[in-house]
């Protein structure tokens, strides 16, 4: 099953903060980011880890609430190079088929 | 700085004709994903290989699609007969098992007409 990311699409003026969610109806044991910029492969971002720490990747980080099966990616100060789409996925090992299930994305569109 | 490649980057092919895509994942990598993205359905995992052994092709249409790794340099996705819904853009990936990063190539863009 696919994990569900919230919001679909959003539009940012430069420097402003954004959130994007990520929630799975089965326990987790780990959840990644990937950015896929137009026309281009997706790109990873991080790993969260199950009982692991909140990451960083520059100016953007993440986190993983076990309890409620979800992850957070927040962006703060957005520069034009956030612009692309964000994908979560899931990893839930053995009982997932040790085997990445990527939510539908979420559009990230920064502006002058 | 190692990548995975793909070829070809781009295909447009007729109904009803074969269509052959090449991966080649990171030396090392022991694990190979094949995934399709489209608009519609996003990024699906179509197969995926660990070890050169076929793991899960659950995601895969089994009547015309088949995927190979003849050796550990180069992995294989066959469409055959393609038809116009087959009209995507497909990913390999490479990783290191065990929920690892996945490591994508620049996908090839299939266009059947």
């Known amino acids: 099953q696919q994990p569900v990311q919230s919001p679909q699409a959003v539009i940012l003026r430069e420097g402003e903060d954004a959130v994007i969610n990520c929630s799975s109806s089965?326990?987790?044991?780990?959840v990644h980011w990937y950015r896929q910029k137009h026309g281009e492969a997706p790109v990873f971002l991080m790993i969260?880890?199950?009982?692991?720490e909140q990451m960083r990747h520059e100016k953007i980080s993440a986190s993983f609430n076990e309890k409620k099966q979800q992850s957070s990616l927040y962006l703060t100060a957005s520069q034009l190079s956030y612009s692309g789409t964000y994908f979560c996925g899931k990893y839930r090992g053995t009982g997932g088929g040790n085997k990445l299930t990527f939510g539908t994305g979420t559009q990230l569109k920064v502006e002058l | 700085d190692a990548r995975v490649t793909q070829t070809p980057r781009h295909k447009v092919t007729e109904m009803g004709q074969e269509v052959t895509m090449r991966c080649q994942p990171i030396?090392?990598?022991?694990?190979v994903f094949w995934y399709r993205q489209t608009m519609m359905q996003g990024l699906e995992l179509l197969a995926y290989?660990?070890?050169?052994?076929?793991?899960?092709d659950s995601g895969m249409p089994k009547d015309r699609f088949s995927a190979e790794m003849p050796d550990a340099t180069l992995a294989t996705l066959k469409i055959q007969p393609s038809e116009p819904r087959d009209s995507a853009v497909y990913f390999c990936?490479?990783?290191?098992?065990?929920?690892?990063?996945?490591?994508f190539g620049p996908g090839t863009r299939l266009t059947v007409l």
């Open positions: 089965k326990a987790l044991y780990s």
């Open positions: 290989f660990r070890n050169r052994a076929p793991l899960d």
């Open positions: 030396l090392g990598h022991n694990t």
């Open positions: 969260l880890l199950k009982g692991g």
């Open positions: 990936a490479s990783g290191f098992s065990g929920g690892n990063t996945q490591y």
